[in-house]
């Protein structure tokens, strides 16, 4: 069992940066992989990034490969999402989603454990 809880957010001008963090309460010592996914209105599910317990990182879009950076603490059981040079097509409900391994770029979302969401919105 396990229970994601996420923090940060918000609204932000566009070229600016976001940190979203999240911690995983678990109850076992199983591996795990964590990492998120993003809804924009109107919009599918959208994979962002991924990373293993080995750090091993998945990439879901170009579009973010090079202003989002995933990382994660297992000492603290938290991961972290850092956005830079965000755009208005950032803004989305952004999920913390884990499972044992992260899913391919090419299949659906379909982790296992769901934090609650939070509202990135970037606009002047």
């Known amino acids: 069992q396990m229970r994601l809880v996420q923090s940060g957010g918000g609204l932000v001008q566009p070229g600016g940066s976001l940190k979203l963090s999240c911690e995983a309460e678990v109850y076992t010592s199983d591996p795990y992989a964590i990492g998120w996914v993003r809804q924009a209105p109107g919009e599918e599910r959208e994979g962002v990034l991924c990373i293993s317990d080995r750090h091993h990182i998945t990439t879901y879009a170009d579009s973010m490969k090079d202003r989002f950076t995933i990382s994660r603490d297992n000492t603290k059981n938290t991961a972290y999402l850092q956005m830079t040079n965000l755009t208005p097509e950032d803004t989305a409900l952004y999920y913390c989603?884990?499972?044992?391994?992260?899913?391919?770029?090419?299949?659906?979302?379909?982790?296992?454990?769901w934090s609650q969401g939070t509202q990135v919105t970037v606009s002047s």
């Open positions: 989603v884990a499972d044992r391994f992260c899913y391919a770029p090419t299949g659906a979302m379909g982790y296992k454990h």
